[in-house]
């Protein structure tokens, strides 16, 4: 059997230096990739809320191209520069995901690509459940 595998881009300029897609889906299920908090303009909020909804927001685009969305998700995985972002970004995965329940993980890492982030958030979601 033979599944295709639709590729979602972002706007990192990562994905083309490093070779990776922000999401891909393969069958029923999409797989996001580490995103860290950046807007548009390059620029990056300054606490852990702001960046860790910056990075929902972007997953969340990558799901609804790939035809899923927030919904669906089934793992998160949190990485966070300092334990002190952890209930900061943890707020924001309670308000987007109180009902849903995912699987997560938050770990504490030595740093992230670029210094300005304090939180970088990876998704994988399932389609068709609830």
Do not use: K
Not at 73 to 79: P, S
Not at 109 to 122: C, S
């Amino acid at each position: 059997m033979h599944t295709d595998r639709q590729l979602i881009a972002g706007t990192s300029p990562f994905e083309a230096t490093i070779g990776f897609s922000r999401a891909v889906r393969v069958g029923d299920r999409v797989f996001v990739s580490g995103t860290g908090p950046v807007w548009p303009d390059g620029s990056v909020a300054a606490d852990a809320q702001a960046q860790a909804r910056r990075c929902f927001e972007l997953i969340g685009a990558a799901l609804e191209q790939a035809g899923a969305s927030l919904r669906d998700v089934t793992r998160t995985r949190m990485f966070l520069t300092g334990t002190q972002h952890a209930a900061a970004v943890g707020a924001v995965h309670r308000e987007l995901f109180a009902t849903i329940r995912p699987a997560a993980t938050m770990v504490v890492v030595a740093g992230l690509l670029d210094e300005r982030w304090v939180v970088e958030v990876e998704a994988e979601a399932i389609l068709g459940i609830e």
